[in-house]
């Protein structure tokens, strides 16, 4: 960057330049894109999770709506070389699904915390409510976990053991500590090739078909609702031996109140 004229038309020349470098990029991207398979998995992954949620989602608290929107930010980001981001934004996605398992059950809570969604975490146990309206991120994980235990098929509840883990390693791409160690400057973007990407789809697919499940059992009667394309979506989700053991039943908890 050219330092030596710090005034707004210098500034407006190198903004200029740098647009121009971004928009370079994104038609190279672009170009290798159509051509490759692993995005096009990761771009299916994300219209099927997104085709599913766009039906289930109703009055539940926080409202699926708003991970729809995660869902479809993450082809964004992959195709821009942006993995780290790609990576918060599946976190976020895991969190908002065990967000909607508890808070879905706890109204009272759930009121508290409409007030300031943005609250740190409290550890203030003479105020119960607003207490368990700003727990730490396993304590939700941690509920859904038990909750989802007395799902008859026992495929909720092993989906939320494995989004836990997927969790704690997704949290790499929001925390310093593994990038501070690096010697040298990083690069603004990551290298886009076949390997990255389909590494990042297969996380991406397992997480997003785990929070299906989990989602699935604590809505069900929607679920068993579902129109044949949605289905058909979350089938493809979920692989051919989750579906047939979600179809030999039982499946399922009580809906919520």
């Known amino acids: ?34 051509k490759s398979g692993a995005f096009n998995f990761v771009y299916k992954v994300s219209l099927a999770g997104d085709c599913f949620l766009a039906r289930v989602c109703s009055n539940e608290r ?9 869902l479809q930010r993450v082809p964004i980001l992959v195709g821009c070389g942006q993995f780290d981001a790609a990576e918060a934004t599946l ?4 969190e908002t699904a065990f967000l909607c398992l508890y808070f879905t059950d706890h109204p009272v809570e759930w009121t508290e915390f409409q007030k300031n969604p943005g609250a740190g975490i409290s550890r203030e146990t003479t105020t119960p409510i607003a207490n368990n309206a700003h727990r730490e991120p396993s304590f939700y994980a941690n509920y859904a976990r038990e909750l989802l235990a007395g799902e008859p098929s ?15 390693r ?13 010697k040298h400057l990083g690069t603004a973007h990551d290298a886009i090739d076949e390997q990255s990407i389909g590494r990042f789809g297969e996380t991406y697919r397992r997480c997003v078909a785990d929070v299906a499940i989990v989602v699935a059992a604590r809505l069900c009667k929607r679920f068993d609702s579902l129109p044949p394309v949605h289905r058909a979506w979350f089938d ?22």
């Not at 976190?91 to 895991?94: A, L």
Request: hydrophobic residues 50%; glycine residues 6%.
């Open 236 to 257: 493809w989700l979920v692989g051919s031996e989750t579906k047939k053991r979600l179809r030999a039943g039982p499946f399922g908890l009580d809906p919520p109140r």
């Open 62 to 70: 926080p409202r699926l709506a708003n991970a729809r929107s995660l």
């Open 91 to 94: 976190r976020k996605f895991v």
């Open 1 to 34: 960057m050219n330092r030596a004229l710090p005034h707004s038309q210098a500034i407006r020349v190198e903004v200029d330049a740098y647009l121009a470098d971004v928009i370079r990029l994104a038609q190279k991207n672009c170009r290798a894109l159509a």
């Open 154 to 168: 026992g495929l909720a509840v092993a989906a939320a053991g494995r989004l836990i883990v997927a969790y704690g």
């Open 170 to 182: 997704l949290s790499q791409a929001v925390h310093a500590a593994a990038a501070s160690v690096n």
